[in-house]
């Protein structure tokens, strides 16, 4: 469950990846390059929130089922 959750930050960060990419496009040669690093970087950071989430749903470590059955037992 804390994989599909991670999808989430992950779509922002690739969207903003993609906004970053286009403004480096359109500036000078200095800010292009420097754009292009931190648009890999955010992407980079993208590809990461997926991978920590699936780790952490297949090793058992999610605290959202528990967090759901807390919450539905004190249900009235």
Do not use: E, N, Q
Not at 5 to 27: D, E, N, Q, R
Not at 48 to 62: D, K, S
Request: hydrophobic share 60%; charged share 10%; aromatic share 18%.
């Amino acid at each position: 469950m804390c994989f599909f959750f991670s999808l989430m930050p992950a779509t922002i960060f690739t969207i903003i990846g993609y906004f970053v990419l286009f403004a480096a496009s359109k500036a000078d040669s200095g800010i292009t390059i420097f754009g292009w690093v931190l648009a890999i970087w955010i992407f980079v950071i993208a590809a990461f929130i997926p991978i920590a989430g699936a780790y952490v749903t297949l090793a058992g470590l999610c605290p959202i089922k528990d967090i759901l059955r807390r919450l539905h037992s004190a249900r009235p």
